[in-house]
């Protein structure tokens, strides 16, 4: 089974900034997107930001030019670095794995992979 684990959640004050990671671990996989999305109280959860196998990212025009997302394919690990955060950031971000791992030799089956997420909180 394939696990996604993040961490680097915690409480800041606006202005500041904090870098999450998540890293993907069990089984045999390929990964071609990676993401985070973040949920706040109240709210439905929502793309933050995403990035492809080919490096190409994408971001939601609330987070542009603030937030910046990487991975490091050798470690299966994607991060997001946020910057000059607000109160409105605060959210449970999770981290998503798209693709696809093998079920057995020759078998392959698509991959939706979650965390568990991880909190954020800003303070004004």
């Known amino acids: 089974q394939v696990q996604l684990v993040e961490s680097g959640g915690g409480l800041v004050q606006a202005g500041g900034s904090l870098r999450l990671s998540c890293a993907a671990s069990?089984?045999?996989?390929?990964?071609?997107?990676m993401g985070w999305y973040r949920q706040a109280p109240g709210k439905e959860r929502e793309l933050v930001a995403t990035i492809n196998s080919g490096d190409s990212t994408n971001y939601a025009d609330s987070v542009k030019g603030r937030f910046t997302i990487s991975r490091d394919n050798a470690k299966n690990t994607v991060y997001l670095q946020m910057n000059s955060l607000k109160p409105e950031d605060t959210a449970v971000y999770y981290c998503?794995?798209?693709?696809?791992?093998?079920?057995?030799?020759?078998?392959?089956?698509?991959?939706?992979?979650w965390g568990q997420g991880t909190l954020v909180t800003v303070s004004s």
């Open positions: 069990g089984g045999i996989f390929a990964i071609n997107i």
């Open positions: 998503n794995a798209d693709g696809s791992f093998r079920l057995r030799l020759g078998e392959w089956d698509a991959l939706d992979a």
